[in-house]
Every structure is written in C-alpha cells, then in structure tokens.
C-alpha cells in the first residue's frame, strides 16, 4: 500500500473558491517538468522538505491546482499528498468547447505525477503508486 498524506493548499484560489463537482472519473497527469519532488508542488516542508524557490502551488497566486500528487517525499520515497478535496472542482485540464474535466459534468478527479524522465526505477515506483491510487479511489 503507498503512503498518503493530506495537505490541503488552503491559499490557493482553487481551493477559497470550492467549486463543487460531482466526479465521474479519473485523469492521471504529468507535471511535464523533469522534477521528481513533491517539495516543488505541496507546502508541507516536515512531510517534502523546502521549496526554496518558494513557488509550490499553496499561493493566492497560483492558477492551477491538482487533488494529488505523486512524488518524492523528505526521504526519498513516493508517495501521495492529497492537496485538495476529492468533491471541489479543481483548476487541471484545461477547457474549451467540448467541455473540461475540471467541472461539471465531465468532472474527474485529477492527480499529477511528478515526473523523471532520466530516472527509470522512480517512474516504474511512482507509476506503482498511481495505480494503487487509482484503485483506491
């Protein structure tokens, strides 16, 4: 079983907003950025260490937040941060005509996978833990 942890990004405008959605699936995503840490992500700094760019998504600034990440923790392990509510609407895919799957009705639960691309045996861990997630949710 992964750990888990939740830590939600209260300061993030996604999170004040708390747009209910009714979820009716799942999206698993990449960050799209060769970091591995979820210390770049989540403000926990005792669960992932500092950020010390300090531009982890808990920021009224922010435009963009994920229900989870999977990642590396403090130690060096995978594991998942919840950092919003499984039934807020959060800000993930994108939007257009065709709809979203951030709200209403094509809604989803959307997860980030902190990605590294040079690094096989953290992907096969962190794809491990993706699927466990899945399952459980």
């Not at 700094?45 to 500092?50: A, F, H, I, R, T």
């Not at 060096?76 to 039934?87: A, D, F, G, N, R």
């Not at 959060?90 to 065709?98: A, D, E, L, R, V």
Request: glycine residues 6%; aromatic residues 10%; proline residues 4%.
């Amino acid at each position: 079983m992964f750990k888990m942890e939740t830590v939600y990004q209260t300061k993030n405008p996604c999170y004040k907003k708390a747009q209910p959605a009714n979820q009716i699936g799942i999206l698993v995503h990449s960050t799209g950025a060769n970091n591995k840490y979820l210390k770049r992500y989540v403000d926990a700094p005792e669960l992932v260490g500092v950020n010390q760019y300090n531009n982890h998504w808990n920021s009224s600034k922010a435009d963009k937040c994920m229900h989870a990440f999977i990642g590396l923790d403090i130690n060096k392990e995978p594991m998942v941060i919840q950092t919003l509510p499984y039934e807020y609407a959060c800000w993930g895919s994108g939007s257009g005509k065709k709809g979203s799957y951030n709200r209403n009705p094509t809604a989803h639960i959307q997860f980030e996978i902190c990605e590294d691309t040079t690094d096989k045996e953290y992907t096969k861990q962190a794809f491990k833990v993706a699927v466990e997630l899945c399952a459980h949710l």
